[in-house]
C-alpha cells in the first residue's frame, strides 16, 4: 500500500491533529494536576490550624511538642527581600540600560549586551556561593551593627545582582522600540540629549519596562538556592537588615528534612501562600497589560 | 531671569542622571564581572583529577554529580521536548478558529511559567517520591524539571513557527500537500534553528537548576547513581551542598564546572545559529 | 477516489454565479465565467476587485481562510470542486498555482521541484530526476541551473525565482494552471521569458491568469475578462474586449481612464 494512498492520509491528518491537541492539554493538565496536589495538601491543613493563625502568627515551631506553624515572620521577610531587591536592582538595571541605549557609543552596545545576556545564565546557586562568600563576610564586617552578616540585607543585594540582566535587557528592548520620531521630536523643540531621553522616550517606554519590573519582581519572589545561602535560616520575626531569617522559599527548600506528616502539609501549606502570591502577581500584571489596550 | 535659572537646573538636573546612569552601567558590570572572576579566580585552582573524576571516599568527588546531570537533562528534554514542540504546533498551525481554546492553553502556560522552582520541587517530592513510591530519584527530578522547561519550549517554538512566512505554507499547500505534510517538509525545517536554540536554552536552564532537585533527588553526593530510580544529585546542588557543608574550595571548583557547562551550551546555541545559515537550502527536506 | 492519477476530465471551468464574503464583506458577486481548455485566460482590472479571490476559489485556496463562505459551482471538466467528496490535495495536484511573489520553499532548486511529486508518491530517483529536468525545461530554465541542480533555490534571482516556481507547480502534473499577477514584481526581461514560456504552455495547459498590465493581457490571452468590484463586466476573446468593448466601463479601464 503506497504510503501517500489517500485514504491513509486521511486518517494521517485526523490523527495528527488529535496528538497535536493532546500534547497542546497537556500544559492545562499539568497545571491542573499542581493546582490539586498543593491545594489538596494545603488547603485542609490551613483549615485545620485555622487561616489567621496560619498566616498571621510569627511563631513557626512545626518539631516542638506543641507544634506551631505560623508563617507570618516568613511573609514579611519575603516581601522586605522582594521589595529592596527590587529597588535596588531594577533601579540601577533601568538606569544602565538608558546608559546603554543613548549614553554609550554604538559599537559598544552589541558587545556590551551579549555580555550581560551571557551573565543572565550564571546559575542562581553560583550567586548564592559568591553572596556566603564575599556578601556576607563584607556586611558583617563593615556594615553590619550587630555583627551579623547573614540576612534580608546581604539576601537583597545578591538577588539584585541576579535580577540586573533581566532588568537591564527587556528595558532595554523596550526603550529601543520607541520611535525615534519622539527623541528627534523632542531635540527640535530645544531640550538637550538627557531631558528628551528621560522625559520623552522613557516615559514611552513604560509599558516595556513595566513588564521587565514584574518579571524581576517574580524572580526575587521564587529565588530560593540563592537566598538560603545567605539569609540565616532562623524563622524569627525579621527586625533588622542584619539578622537570621527565613523566605517563604526557604521555609519550604529548609523545611525538606522535618517531615512529620503535619510538617510536610505545612510545608505545602507554604507552598501555596507563595503559588498565590506568585498567581496574583502574574494576574495583575496581565491585566494591567491587557488594561493598556495590549502593549507589551 | 528665573527663566534662565531653572532652565539650567533643569538642563543639569538630567545631566547629572546621565551621570547615575553611566555610574549605574558601571555598577552592573563590575557586579556581574566580579561574580565570574570570583568564581574563576577562587576555583581553579582547586579543580583537581580526584574532584572531577574520582570516587566519593575521604575526599569528594562531583562524578556522581555530573552523571546525574547528563541523566536529567536527558529526561527533562526527552521529556519536554516532544510534547512542547507538538504544543506549539498545535497553537500555531491549528487553532486558529477556537479562540477560548487558545486562551486557556495560553493562560495555562503563561502560569506554569510563573510557578516559582521551589514550588515545582514540593509538586515534585509529592507526586514522585511519595504517590508513586520510587522516593528520592533522578527520574522524579528530570520529570519535574520537564515540566517546568515545558512553558520555556513551547513558548519559545511558536515564536520560531510564527516567523516562518504564510507564503511558504500557501506555496506548499497550493502544490497539492496537506497540512501534516507542509509543518513536517516545510514548517519545521524552516523553523528547526529557532527550536533547537530553545532545547538548547532549555538545557541550560535545566543544569542550573537547583530549588526542584533539592526536593525530589536527594542530594546523594556520593554515590554513582545506576539507574534513573537512584536518588543522586547534579552540579548545581553540589554547589550548594560542598558550600553549606564547609567545603568551600570545592564548592568554587565545581562552580567553575558549572559555569564552563552553561557557558559551553550558549556557545553551541551561537555556532548551531551560524552552522544553519550555511546549510540552508543545501540538502534540503523532502 | 483513491487514485492519485486521477484527472479531471477535460481542464475547462466553468463558474456558475459564484458569490464569496469574507464574513460580512461580499468579495464576489455572482460571478460566472467559462475558460476553455488548452487556452490562456486573463483577468483584467483594477486593484481589490477580486480577481485575485476568484482565482483562489478555483483552487480552494480560500478554503485556508477563517469566515470564508462560498455560494455558486465551480465545475472543472463539469465536476463540482467544492462537492464533499473532492479531494483538495487532489484538486490542487492537478490545479497549480503561481503566486504574484516568488515563494521558493528554502530547500534546493531540486528539492523545491521534487516536492510535489513527492507529496504524491514518487519515491524513484529517476522518476523524480525525470520529472524535475522536464519541468524545469518547461519553465525555460533547465539551462540556467542545470549545473546548481542542489544549490538553494533562494539564491536565484526574482525571474528565476518566479520561472522556479512555475517549474514547481508544474511537477505535479496540473491540467490548469493559475497564475496570480506573476510577472507583476520582475523586470521586463523575466517578464517577457515568462509570457514567452506561458504561450507555449497553453497548449498543454489551461492557463488563468491575473494582471495588471493590459499589453500582457493583449499579448498572450485568447480571452479576457474584466472584473469591477467583485463582478464580472464583460468577457470575450480578447481582440473583441479590447477592440469592440460592449461595456462602458470597459472602455474607460482600457483606455486608461481609471484603473
Request: net charge positive.
Amino acid at each position: 500500500m503506497p504510503i501517500s494512498s489517500l485514504r491513509y492520509r486521511a486518517w494521517r491528518e485526523k490523527a495528527m491533529k488529535g496528538l497535536f491537541f493532546l500534547s497542546a492539554a497537556f500544559s492545562l493538565l499539568a497545571l491542573g494536576a499542581i493546582i490539586l496536589y498543593l491545594f489538596a495538601n494545603g488547603l485542609p491543613f490551613i483549615a485545620k490550624i485555622g487561616f489567621f493563625s496560619f498566616f498571621f502568627s510569627t511563631t513557626w515551631a512545626p518539631l516542638a511538642t506543641l507544634p506551631q506553624y505560623g508563617i507570618f515572620s516568613m511573609v514579611l521577610a519575603t516581601l522586605y527581600v522582594t521589595a529592596l531587591s527590587v529597588a535596588i536592582g531594577a533601579g540601577i538595571g533601568l538606569l544602565a540600560a538608558i546608559c546603554l541605549f543613548r549614553f554609550v557609543p554604538s559599537r559598544f552596545v552589541t558587545p556590551l549586551r551579549w555580555l550581560i545576556d551571557l551573565l543572565a545564565g550564571i546559575p542562581s546557586v553560583i550567586y548564592g556561593l559568591f553572596g556566603l562568600v564575599v556578601i556576607v563576610p563584607f556586611i558583617r564586617d563593615y556594615v553590619s551593627a550587630n555583627g551579623m552578616g547573614y540576612g534580608i540585607l546581604s539576601a537583597s543585594l545578591v538577588l539584585s545582582i541576579m535580577i540586573l540582566p533581566t532588568m537591564v535587557s527587556v528595558s532595554y528592548d523596550a526603550l529601543k522600540a520607541v520611535s525615534p520620531l519622539y527623541y528627534e521630536g523632542a531635540l527640535a523643540l530645544g531640550a538637550s540629549r538627557e531631558e528628551a531621553t528621560f522625559k520623552i522616550v522613557l516615559p514611552a517606554a513604560k509599558s516595556g519596562i513595566f513588564a521587565g519590573l514584574v518579571l524581576s519582581t517574580g524572580r526575587a519572589l521564587g529565588e530560593t538556592m540563592a537566598v538560603i545561602m545567605v539569609i540565616g535560616g532562623s524563622p524569627q520575626l525579621p527586625v533588622s537588615l542584619t539578622e537570621s531569617v527565613r523566605t517563604l522559599t526557604a521555609n519550604i527548600a529548609m523545611g525538606a528534612n522535618e517531615l512529620t506528616s503535619d510538617a510536610l502539609s505545612a510545608l505545602v501549606a507554604t507552598g501555596v501562600v507563595l503559588f498565590v502570591f506568585a498567581l496574583i502577581l502574574n494576574l495583575s500584571f496581565s491585566f494591567l497589560r491587557g488594561k493598556e489596550g495590549g502593549h507589551v | 531671569m528665573s527663566d534662565l535659572k531653572a532652565f539650567r537646573r533643569s538642563r543639569n538636573f538630567f545631566a547629572s542622571l546621565k551621570i547615575t546612569s553611566m555610574v549605574a552601567l558601571g555598577l552592573s558590570l563590575v557586579a556581574l564581572v566580579s561574580i565570574v572572576l570570583f568564581v574563576l579566580i577562587r576555583g581553579t585552582g582547586n579543580i583537581t583529577f580526584q574532584l572531577l573524576f574520582g570516587r566519593y571516599g575521604t575526599s569528594p568527588s562531583i562524578w556522581p554529580a555530573f552523571l546525574g546531570t547528563l541523566l536529567l537533562i536527558a529526561v527533562a528534554v526527552g521529556a519536554a521536548a516532544p510534547i512542547g514542540i507538538a504544543s506549539a504546533i498545535f497553537l500555531s498551525e491549528y487553532a486558529e478558529r477556537d479562540f477560548w481554546l487558545i486562551r486557556c492553553l495560553r493562560i495555562a502556560t503563561e502560569t506554569l511559567a510563573g510557578i516559582p522552582s521551589i514550588v515545582y520541587g514540593l509538586f515534585g517530592y509529592l507526586v514522585f517520591v511519595v504517590a508513586c513510591g520510587w522516593g528520592y530519584s533522578l527520574l522524579g527530578g528530570g520529570l519535574t524539571l520537564a515540566i517546568m522547561i515545558l512553558p520555556l519550549i513551547v513558548r519559545s517554538t511558536e515564536e520560531s513557527l510564527l516567523a516562518v512566512p504564510m507564503a511558504l505554507r500557501e506555496g506548499s499547500y497550493a502544490l497539492g500537500a496537506g497540512k501534516v505534510r507542509t509543518i513536517f517538509a516545510v514548517v519545521l525545517p524552516s523553523a528547526s534553528e529557532g527550536i533547537l536554540t530553545s532545547l538548547i536554552l532549555a538545557m541550560g536552564r535545566v543544569v542550573s537548576e537547583s530549588a526542584v532537585l533539592i526536593m525530589t533527588v536527594g542530594m546523594v553526593v556520593n554515590i554513582v547513581p545506576v539507574s534513573p530510580l537512584s536518588a543522586g544529585t547534579s552540579l548545581a546542588l553540589d554547589i550548594y551542598y560542598f558550600a553549606s557543608f564547609g567545603y568551600p574550595e570545592e564548592a568554587s571548583a565545581t562552580a567553575v564546572v558549572l559555569l564552563v557547562f552553561v557557558l559551553s551550551l550558549n556557545l553551541l546555541a551561537f555556532l548551531l545559529a551560524r552552522l544553519f545559515e550555511r546549510k540552508k537550502g543545501l540538502h534540503g527536506q523532502s | 477516489m483513491d487514485n492519485l492519477d486521477w484527472a479531471f476530465p477535460s481542464s475547462a471551468v466553468e463558474v456558475k454565479d459564484l458569490t464569496l464574503h469574507y464574513g460580512p464583506y461580499e468579495a464576489l458577486k455572482r460571478v460566472s465565467l467559462k475558460a476553455k481548455a488548452k487556452e490562456l485566460t486573463a483577468l483584467i482590472g483594477p486593484s481589490g476587485c477580486g480577481k485575485s479571490t476568484f482565482l483562489r476559489s478555483l483552487n480552494r485556496m480560500n478554503d485556508l481562510i477563517v469566515g470564508c463562505k462560498i455560494e455558486g459551482q465551480v465545475l472543472i471538466g463539469g465536476v463540482d470542486i467544492y462537492a464533499k467528496k473532492m479531494d483538495v490535495s487532489l484538486l490542487r495536484k492537478r490545479v497549480g498555482m503561481v503566486f504574484q511573489k516568488p515563494n521558493p520553499f528554502p530547500m534546493s532548486i531540486y528539492d523545491n521541484i521534487a516536492f510535489a511529486p513527492r507529496t504524491f508518491g514518487i519515491r524513484k530517483k529517476e522518476e523524480l530526476d525525470a520529472i524535475v529536468i522536464a519541468s524545469l525545461r518547461k519553465a525555460s530554465i533547465f539551462e540556467e541551473v542545470k549545473d546548481r541542480l542542489r544549490e538553494s533555490a533562494l539564491a536565484l534571482s526574482g525571474g528565476q525565482q518566479q520561472r522556479l516556481c512555475i517549474a514547481r507547480a508544474l511537477a505535479a502534473s496540473p491540467q490548469i494552471l493559475l497564475l496570480d499577477e506573476p510577472t507583476s514584481a520582475l523586470d521586463p526581461i523575466s517578464t517577457a521569458k515568462i509570457e514567452d514560456l506561458l504561450a507555449v504552455l497553453k497548449s498543454t495547459v489551461t492557463i488563468i491568469i491575473v494582471t495588471h498590465n493590459l499589453q500582457q493581457a493583449g499579448r498572450i490571452a485568447d480571452t479576457t475578462a474584466f472584473f469591477l468590484l467583485g463582478e464580472i463586466v464583460e468577457s470575450g476573446t480578447t481582440e473583441d474586449l479590447f477592440r469592440r468593448p460592449k461595456d462602458k466601463r470597459t472602455e474607460n479601464y482600457i483606455t486608461g481612464r481609471f484603473g
